[in-house]
């Protein structure tokens, strides 16, 4: 069946440090992936996605590319900030009605 | 824009009672609400998906006359735990979608569940 498989957490970086995050999927057809990130009391929210193979979503400094030969979807920042520190969720749709999520993955960015 | 609000944010209670949860999506009319459960480390589960003025679609293993679901209006969705055991405490997590955005889910904070 369609799943996500991400890195699991937590993650603990100091300032300025380079964050990567993996995130492999498993699906039937050709999905929709997508990274959320959900900052402490809050819901989720949609970071980045990217519809294709090959297409490189990014938002905030985040950017993650769909891979299709090697079915990933690999979360990366060059420098993160404490204000990072957050939940990461990774998510494909196949239909835009089911979503399926990874674990999460908790980040913390330390001064 | 695009807030989901969820109501209460967290809720203890006896076994064998039921609790309901309010999901409202403040700034957009939704037609379709989902419905999603988390366990601890454990990725969010797709409960149910709710359109507004029609029953709710359950995904395979939730119990429909354990979890009731009530899309009654474009901005609110209800959930209802029916006398819930200690096996019901989990975080449950709404999204609602704008018309005409087919990958576009708005997510609440979640309401987390305790039954003793």
């Known amino acids: 069946g369609d799943s996500v498989t991400q890195m699991e957490g937590p993650v603990t970086l100091s300032e300025e440090a380079f964050l990567t995050i993996n995130c492999t999927y498993t699906a039937t057809g050709y999905p929709s992936l997508f990274w959320y990130v959900q900052y402490p009391g809050e819901g989720l929210q949609l970071l980045l996605k990217a519809t294709k193979a090959d297409d490189k979503g990014s938002n905030k400094g985040f950017e993650a590319t769909y891979r299709k030969e090697t079915t990933s979807f690999h979360l990366e920042k060059g420098s993160v900030q404490v204000s990072d520190s957050a939940v990461y969720f990774c998510?494909?749709?196949?239909?835009?009605?089911?979503?399926?999520f990874g674990t999460g993955t908790s980040l913390t960015v330390i001064p | 824009g695009a807030v989901v609000s969820q109501h209460p944010s967290w809720v203890i209670c006896k076994s064998g009672t039921s609790v309901k949860i309010e999901c409202r999506s403040l700034?957009?009319?939704?037609?379709?609400m989902f419905w999603y459960r988390q366990f601890p480390k454990q990725s969010l589960m797709l409960m149910a998906t709710?359109?507004?003025?029609?029953?709710?679609?359950?995904e395979q293993g939730v119990e429909k006359d354990k979890f009731l679901i009530n899309h009654a209006s474009l901005t609110l969705s209800t959930l209802t735990v029916t006398s819930a055991h200690p096996e019901d405490s989990s975080f449950y997590i709404c999204?609602?979608?704008?018309?005409?955005?087919?990958?576009?889910?708005?997510f609440g904070p979640g309401t987390r569940l305790l039954v003793l």
């Open positions: 999204s609602a979608r704008p018309p005409g955005l087919q990958e576009t889910q708005y």
């Open positions: 700034d957009f009319q939704a037609t379709t």
């Open positions: 998510a494909l749709s196949l239909t835009g009605n089911q979503f399926y």
């Open positions: 709710s359109n507004e003025g029609s029953k709710a679609t359950y």
